[in-house]
C-alpha cells in the first residue's frame, strides 16, 4: 500500500515562503492523482490544490491561486507544494493525499485512497 510523508511545514512570517513535499513509498505514485489538503485550527479540512497523474492538469482553491503551486517528479515519487507569499489564514496543517487515476487529465478533492499524517505550517509574526 501506498505510503505518504509530508515535510517543510514551520513557523514562517508573513509574506515568506515555504515548499512542502509529499514523499510516497511502497508503491508508485504514477498511477495517482495528488491533493494537498488543509485544516486550521477550529475549521473543516479543505481541498487546497490538486495534480493530475501526469502533470498536466492543475487545479487550486480561489484563496491560494497564484500564490501556491503544486508540482511532482514521478521518478522521484514525490510531489510538492511551493506556497509564497504566505499569510496567517494559510495556517493550517497541511496534508498530502493519493487518488488512483485509471486515465490521466484530471483530478478532484473527493475520494482519497491514501493519506498523509501532515505537516504543520505556522504563519505568524
Known amino acids: 500500500q501506498l505510503q505518504l510523508v509530508e515535510s517543510g511545514g514551520e513557523l514562517v512570517q508573513p509574506g515568506g515562503s515555504l515548499r512542502l513535499t509529499c514523499a510516497a513509498s511502497?508503491?508508485?505514485?504514477?498511477?495517482?492523482?495528488i491533493v494537498w489538503f488543509r485544516q486550521a485550527p477550529g475549521k473543516e479540512r479543505e481541498g487546497v490544490s490538486c495534480?493530475?497523474?501526469?502533470?498536466?492538469?492543475?487545479n487550486y482553491q480561489d484563496s491560494v491561486k497564484g500564490r501556491f503551486t503544486i508540482s511532482r517528479d514521478n521518478a522521484k515519487n514525490t510531489a510538492y507544494l511551493q506556497m509564497n507569499n504566505l499569510n496567517p489564514e494559510d495556517t493550517a496543517v497541511y496534508f498530502c493525499?493519493?487518488?488512483?487515476?485509471?486515465?490521466?487529465?484530471?483530478?478532484?478533492?473527493?475520494?482519497?485512497?491514501?493519506w498523509g499524517k501532515g505537516t504543520l505550517v505556522t504563519v505568524s509574526s
Open positions: 511502497r508503491a508508485s505514485l504514477d498511477h495517482y492523482n
Open positions: 495534480i493530475s497523474r501526469d502533470g498536466d492538469i492543475t
Open positions: 493525499a493519493a487518488d488512483w487515476a485509471i486515465v490521466g487529465g484530471w483530478c478532484t478533492y473527493s475520494g482519497m485512497d491514501y
